[in-house]
């Protein structure tokens, strides 16, 4: 078996990572490899590299695990990047969605706030994907990266763009979407074949088959006869945006159904205030608003404490407390093709070549696609409705283009156009105003120095 | 001398009908043609028709006039068709406006207040111009269409893709701006070369020579000196948009200056108030404020009534009271340049090719063109900045193709959106309950049937 080199960056992301293992551990084809953890905080690192040997000790899988605190040393030679640091972590989205909403911008910084992962015009984390892709074409030039953290869609433009790095952009969202819509119609998985190209965070449902039939008259009938009914039981607990009355406005608006967080982020008009949202996502009002979102985060904490205890604790078993079996995930499956040519088909994010009408043929698209050890082939080739192209997707390439002229140039101008494209937009002076006060952040020093 | 037949649809504009007379007589390669003028409205129709006769003999020139209340009858084996047709006039804009006032938008409906020439969705221009085009298709297959009416824009890109009619968009915007920036900086006209290409009102000033030399430094120079005093002196007066903060800060913003129109359009952020509207236009607040508009309507129809005096005097000289200059409009010179090659340099609009970078093929832009007998030859082909692609010329496009939609599909839902893309609506609600109220007027009733 080939020694397969593999780095994690943002290693210390512990469940994310743990899932890698696992999909490892299950691989019996990748065993052999090397896995470089590498992350900034240590003590997470630490216990990753913990968790992740004895796992694969219980598992009686075999891998070469590395642990490094700087990231040239993970990515000497590697054959596979995996980017999932988030600069900053959520703290200092928190800490600037604060003072948007001072500035009274609902839930904080951001065009539309489901749709913004990181702050604003995404400095931090282009800056983290330029100095990461600079040193790989120093340190592993031919290694495919798989960029996992926000945001996908401008991350991957920039990085196909300006360096010569071959990267894959990858969401779970496209799965979890489409596991929501499955339960909910109670159909059997195995049979079920779902095609939804677009941007990342906005897939539409081109194909919906079951059993080999157009399956978009099921969705019908179950929005006919049974969302009504859905929707008020489980409007108190938890409404996936994946079958909401936002999903079904859009698809009513658009003709295809939107796809995961393509309906969470969703029109503009979803999401003034908190009644608005519950409106269209329950009453909590969805995933991103003030009641789940703290929710969220507190939960995330909760896992990483939960991990942090098991890796405190060398006589308790790993496997028992994280089950082996396979993750969402496709990073590792998708290795496997490209290494073993274990082929499958994928959802990537990948510059477009023709496989969308009238988007350039450089701009990144997600769409699934045919992974093999020749490479990726994406499976997508047609139109989107012209109600799709002018009202969502366009738009959406806009800003992404907006975001990066912003970036490239260092222009505060275009930084400035940002915040005044954002519908709680009121006045120039608001916008200025909140350029200002973020700018000003202890932790955007070098994003007040980047934009002149 | 050929017998060319020039219909003009909409001769009741009277003041653009008799310029147009007064251009004819000016142009003695074109003596001898014979002119149609066609309007629903008999006694403006008398009128025109009546002060045309005089003019001619007053100038001795020999035309053959003829008019019509039906469209077909005029258009009969022209070789031109002027459109001037404004459908309902301003009177159906201004009812309109006053709904959407009720309903919280600040000087009615239209995206961005000056941008907007006619009715939600430009309903029934568009309506007109799709049957005015389809009778040329059987009354007149091969003439040109000369389109001067609002909106030129999403007309001539519903034209040029929905028919085999030749057609030219025409608007005296490119010529009025020119002329204010070389009077404000005090050069000599005829020294002077400006290219600006664009969308109809949405072009710039990718070329501005002075005695063969790059200009750009004395405008820069006017804005680091003089802008000031002379926004000072002429803001209780009038200040034209043309040279108004507004203009300055785009070309700040933008790194070309807007020419016309494409700054009395402007960012939304420049006309959320009256107050506001004063800092960037004026202490008028510009051109479409509530302050100025009526008053050019009240203009309007002096000027019609002066006209209509000297036509109901038969003894008045017509000559004196519109001394035979010039025009600035380009129709006369574009037919005489098609018919007898008397070439020229005109401001066109007509299909992009492969004019602009990045803009569709079929898209209709604005541009400088040689008009001769072989036809119109576009000047421009280039790329404009990034900046304008992506902050006002996409978007603008995007406009137009919702608009276009919308109408050939009779899809409400995309009326909807149009109003929800609007920048003052706040909510769905108010949304839908302006769409309402607006569908429910009587004169749109035909537009209530179309969009179901």
Same mark, same amino acid.
């Given at each position: 078996?080939?020694?397969?080199?593999?780095?994690?960056?943002?290693?210390?992301?512990?469940?994310?990572?743990?899932?890698?293992?696992?999909?490892?551990?299950?691989?019996?084809?990748?065993?052999?490899?090397?896995?470089?953890?590498?992350?900034?905080?240590?003590?997470?690192?630490?216990?990753?590299?913990?968790?992740?040997?004895?796992?694969?000790?219980?598992?009686?899988?075999?891998?070469?695990?590395?642990?490094?605190?700087?990231?040239?040393?993970?990515?000497?030679?590697?054959?596979?990047?995996?980017?999932?640091?988030?600069?900053?972590?959520?703290?200092?989205?928190?800490?600037?969605?604060?003072?948007?909403?001072?500035?009274?911008?609902?839930?904080?910084?951001?065009?539309?706030?489901?749709?913004?992962?990181?702050?604003?015009?995404?400095?931090?984390?282009?800056?983290?994907?330029?100095?990461?892709?600079?040193?790989?074409?120093?340190?592993?030039?031919?290694?495919?990266?798989?960029?996992?953290?926000?945001?996908?869609?401008?991350?991957?433009?920039?990085?196909?763009?300006?360096?010569?790095? @071959?990267?894959?952009?990858?969401?779970? =969202?496209? &799965?979890?979407?489409?596991? *929501?819509?499955?339960?909910? %119609? !109670?159909?059997?998985?195995?049979?079920?074949?779902?095609?939804?190209?677009?941007?990342?965070?906005?897939?539409?449902?081109?194909?919906?088959?079951?059993?080999?039939?157009?399956?978009?008259?099921?969705?019908?009938?179950?929005?006919?006869?049974?969302?009504?009914?859905?929707?008020?039981?489980?409007?108190?607990?938890?409404?996936?945006?994946?079958?909401?009355?936002?999903?079904?406005?859009?698809?009513?608006?658009?003709?295809?159904?939107?796809?995961?967080?393509?309906?969470?982020?969703?029109?503009?008009?979803?999401?003034?205030?908190?009644?608005?949202? @519950?409106?269209?996502?329950?009453?909590? =009002?969805? &995933?991103?608003?003030?009641? *789940?979102?703290?929710?969220? %985060? !507190?939960?995330?904490?909760?896992?990483?404490?939960?991990?942090?205890?098991?890796?405190?604790?060398?006589?308790?078993?790993?496997?028992?407390?994280?089950?082996?079996?396979?993750?969402?995930?496709?990073?590792?499956?998708?290795?496997?093709?490209?290494?073993?040519?274990?082929?499958?088909?994928?959802?990537?994010?990948?510059?477009?070549?023709?496989?969308?009408?009238?988007?350039?043929?450089?701009?990144?698209?997600?769409?699934?696609?045919?992974?093999?050890?020749?490479?990726?082939?994406?499976?997508?080739?047609?139109?989107?409705?012209?109600?799709?192209?002018?009202?969502?997707?366009?738009?959406?390439?806009?800003?992404?283009?907006?975001?990066?002229?912003?970036?490239?140039?260092?222009?505060?101008?275009?930084?400035?156009?940002?915040?005044?494209?954002?519908?709680?937009?009121?006045?120039?002076?608001?916008?200025?105003?909140?350029?200002?006060?973020?700018?000003?952040?202890?932790?955007?020093?070098?994003?007040?120095?980047?934009?002149?």
């Amino acid at each position: 078996m080939r020694d397969v080199k593999i780095c994690i960056i943002g290693a210390g992301s512990a469940v994310f990572s743990l899932d890698l293992v696992r999909d490892l551990c299950l691989t019996k084809s990748l065993w052999g490899s090397t896995v470089s953890f590498m992350d900034i905080d240590e003590q997470r690192l630490n216990a990753v590299y913990n968790l992740a040997k004895r796992y694969a000790n219980e598992m009686k899988a075999n891998f070469r695990f590395k642990k490094a605190t700087k990231r040239e040393e993970g990515l000497q030679d590697a054959d596979f990047v995996i980017d999932t640091a988030l600069v900053g972590g959520h703290k200092i989205q928190e800490e600037q969605r604060e003072i948007a909403e001072k500035h009274g911008y609902y839930r904080g910084i951001g065009d539309v706030v489901s749709d913004y992962y990181s702050d604003l015009g995404s400095y931090h984390q282009l800056k983290f994907f330029t100095d990461l892709t600079r040193e790989m074409e120093e340190k592993c030039p031919d290694a495919w990266l798989l960029q996992t953290s926000n945001p996908v869609f401008e991350g991957c433009n920039l990085i196909t763009r300006e360096t010569k790095i @071959k990267v894959i952009g990858l969401c779970d =969202g496209f &799965d979890l979407g489409c596991g *929501v819509l499955i339960d909910t %119609l !109670k159909l059997a998985k195995e049979e079920v074949l779902i095609e939804a190209p677009g941007f990342n965070h906005m897939i539409w449902m081109t194909k919906f088959h079951y059993k080999g039939e157009n399956a978009y008259p099921l969705l019908d009938e179950w929005i006919a006869k049974s969302a009504e009914e859905y929707w008020k039981e489980n409007r108190n607990y938890y409404l996936p945006a994946d079958m909401s009355p936002a999903a079904v406005d859009m698809y009513r608006i658009f003709g295809l159904l939107p796809i995961a967080d393509t309906a969470r982020v969703g029109n503009w008009w979803y999401h003034t205030d908190l009644e608005t949202k @519950k409106n269209w996502y329950g009453s909590t =009002g969805g &995933d991103d608003s003030e009641v *789940v979102w703290p929710l969220y %985060l !507190k939960f995330l904490e909760n896992q990483l404490d939960n991990l942090m205890e098991v890796a405190n604790n060398p006589s308790a078993s790993v496997t028992e407390n994280f089950p082996p079996a396979k993750s969402i995930q496709q990073h590792i499956s998708i290795i496997d093709a490209l290494v073993n040519d274990n082929r499958g088909r994928f959802q990537v994010n990948v510059p477009n070549k023709n496989g969308i009408s009238e988007i350039p043929s450089d701009v990144v698209i997600e769409t699934p696609a045919l992974v093999s050890k020749k490479g990726i082939e994406p499976l997508f080739k047609g139109k989107l409705p012209k109600g799709i192209m002018v009202g969502a997707m366009i738009p959406r390439m806009l800003r992404m283009e907006l975001v990066l002229e912003a970036f490239l140039t260092g222009d505060r101008e275009l930084l400035l156009q940002l915040i005044l494209n954002d519908r709680r937009t009121k006045s120039l002076e608001q916008a200025k105003a909140l350029l200002k006060d973020i700018l000003k952040l202890p932790f955007n020093r070098s994003m007040m120095e980047h934009y002149k």
